[in-house]
């Protein structure tokens, strides 16, 4: 059975950081490319950030400079590292694979982050 589970959200003011996470079970985790996503109110779901089996990372515009994903294969982790923190990055953040594949039916319940004053 896949899973995903996110951490690491919270409540930060605008220009703060948050450093989420990602485990993943399941699958051959160092095989896949991996995805952080977002989910804003009233909005789809959006992918953020991608990072290949061989490292190789990709950003949506709006948070490109701002945010780095990374991966540490034997702990079969990813993070996403958010800095520069604006308003507008409020949203619940999933992981999830992406590419080719995308486990639609192993969502976790995902983590909240907050940019507020």
């Known amino acids: 059975q896949v899973q995903f589970v996110e951490s690491g959200g919270g409540l930060v003011q605008p220009g703060g950081s948050l450093r989420l996470s990602c485990t993943v079970s399941?699958?051959?985790?160092?095989?896949?490319?991996m995805g952080w996503y977002r989910q804003a109110p009233g909005k789809q779901r959006e992918l953020v950030s991608s990072?290949?089996?061989?490292?190789?990372?990709a950003y949506t515009d709006s948070v490109k400079g701002r945010f780095t994903i990374s991966r540490d294969n034997a702990k079969k982790t990813f993070y996403l590292q958010m800095d520069s923190l604006r308003p507008e990055d409020t949203a619940v953040y999933y992981c999830?694979?992406?590419?080719?594949?995308?486990?639609?039916?192993?969502w976790g319940q995902g983590t909240q982050v907050t940019v507020s004053s």
């Open positions: 990072i290949t089996n061989g490292g190789e990372s």
């Open positions: 399941g699958l051959m985790f160092r095989l896949y490319a």
């Open positions: 999830n694979a992406a590419g080719a594949v995308r486990y639609d039916d192993a």
